[in-house]
């Protein structure tokens, strides 16, 4: 009996506006999420070959997001080497390789977006030798802040650094890292009769 005296008309426009209610809602929350995309801190860590001397391969942590990181600490799944070079003969890892402080231990108190911290990672062979063949996991854990320093929260992002992705590029040829080895040691040479 209700139904037959329902005005079929409200009921259509009921429906229509639950309708543009629920379409309204998803479009709100979609671009929360792509605001939040746009104003969020994004720090990575990677590895690249040093473009002017391609034997050595640089670590990297970058801010790639668009606001600033604070409070940034490094949580690796295995002690991170640094200046990891092979040495003649030697096929265990040294332990001057592995840093007792800098960015990876300390932390970093703020990072801009676009901003970097470039440390010299070692040469391949010195980096198979410390890594083993193992894939490096770290972790970053850093605090996204909005509003002008309110509203801040803990966001976690993980890097993977691979040292086999380098193998057959400049970085891992002997030719090259012998060239440039002989003429490190003719510099040195030179530079010990300037002292003597």
């Known amino acids: 009996m ?13 429906a229509v506006t639950l309708m543009a209610l629920f379409v309204t809602a998803t479009a709100t929350i979609l671009n929360y999420f792509q605001y939040l995309s746009l104003t969020s801190p994004d720090v990575v860590v990677y590895a690249k070959q040093d473009e002017h001397v391609p034997m050595l391969i640089a670590l990297i942590i970058e801010n ?29 890892p040294l332990p001057h390789w592995y840093p007792t402080q800098g960015p990876l231990i300390d932390g970093i108190p703020f990072l801009p977006p676009g901003g970097q911290r470039i440390l010299t990672w070692g040469d391949y062979n010195g ?5 083993k063949n193992h894939v490096l996991k770290i972790d970053a854990e850093y605090t996204a802040t909005r509003f002008s320093g309110l509203m801040g929260r803990r966001v976690t992002s993980t890097s993977y650094l691979d040292i086999r992705s380098f193998a057959g590029c400049d970085a891992s040829a002997e030719p090259f890292k012998e060239g440039v080895m002989k003429s490190l040691a003719t510099i040195a040479g030179a530079a010990s009769k300037f002292k003597g």
């Open 2 to 14: 209700f139904l037959a005296e329902t005005d079929w008309t409200s009921v259509g426009l009921l």
């Open 127 to 131: 980096l198979v030798i410390a890594l």
């Open 64 to 92: 790639i997001g668009k606001a600033p990181a604070t409070a940034i600490r490094f949580y690796p799944d295995q002690p991170v080497p640094l200046s990891a070079f092979e040495e003649a003969g030697k096929k265990e």
